[in-house]
T-cell receptor, first 114, second 111 residues
Framework: GAVVSQHPSWVICKSGTSVKIECRSL??????MFWYRQFPKQSLMLMATSNEGSKATYEQGVEKDKFLINHASLTLSTLTVTSAHPEDSSFYIC??????????FGPGTRLLVL | RKEVEQDPGPFNVPEGATVAFNCTYSNSASQSFFWYRQDCRKEPKLLMS???SGNEDGRFTAQLNRASQYISLLIRDSKLSDSATYLC????????????FGPGTRLSVLP
């Protein structure tokens, strides 16, 4: 149980385009989903926390207008990187939490902006 | 002081060795603690939760010392497949919000 999927697993796009990443909890309802970013050889950095049906809470330094998060249902959250630039290239990982404290991670999405 | 600190390593150990990692945290009110394992270019995967009484899962033993604010992970009889980065994770509450990740400790088990 506790499976989280992400789609796509990797994206290559041109600078200026927008990229949408989906995160789904497959076998449980996720009241809260989290979006992280990880640069090479660094630890995960929380970008934002989203609760179903409400606005996401962004961490300091993360632009909410650039990283749009929608948590439309208890099993789906989306992250849209708007007008992506090369510095946005990173490994984006979502996690989902059900009723307990444990977070279960999706397989991640590698974004490369050319 | 960082919220969660770990020795980044790398720890290079031979197969069969016992290796221990420590992690310290700064928020004394932290409620729950975890060890996650992250393989290269993969997502973190829960290895084990850490309980106050200490807990063991096969070759892995985790301990929590609240007074000194540190968590440990002991791996016995290490296997090649144990090579990974081990992330110490601290949660200030019991609701799974605001996981704080340590920088990770890299382990390489050598044949």
């Amino acid at each position: 149980g506790a499976v989280v999927s992400q789609h796509p697993s990797w994206v290559i796009c041109k600078s200026g385009t927008s990229v949408k990443i989906e995160c789904r909890s497959l076998d449980f309802q996720a009241t809260t989903m989290f979006w992280y970013r990880q640069f090479p050889k660094q630890s995960l950095m929380l970008m934002a926390t989203s609760n179903e049906g409400s606005k996401a809470t962004y961490e300091q330094g993360v632009e909410k207008d650039k990283f749009l998060i929608n948590h439309a249902s208890l099993t789906l959250s989306t992250l849209t990187v708007t007008s992506a630039h090369p510095e946005d290239s990173s490994f984006y990982i979502c996690s989902a939490r059900g009723t307990g404290a444990t977070q279960y991670f999706g397989p991640g999405t590698r974004l490369l902006v050319l | 002081r960082k919220e969660v600190e770990q020795d980044p390593g790398p720890f290079n150990v031979p197969e069969g060795a016992t290796v221990a990692f420590n992690c310290t945290y700064s928020n004394s009110a932290s409620q729950s603690f975890f060890w996650y394992r992250q393989d290269c270019r993969k997502e973190p995967k829960l290895l084990m939760s850490v309980y106050s009484s200490g807990n063991e899962d096969g070759r892995f033993t985790a301990q929590l010392n609240r007074a000194s604010q540190y968590i440990s992970l002991l791996i016995r009889d290490s296997k090649l497949s144990d090579s990974a980065t081990y992330l110490c994770v601290v949660n200030p509450d019991n609701y799974g919000q605001n996981f704080v990740f340590g920088p990770g400790t890299r382990l390489s088990v050598l044949p």
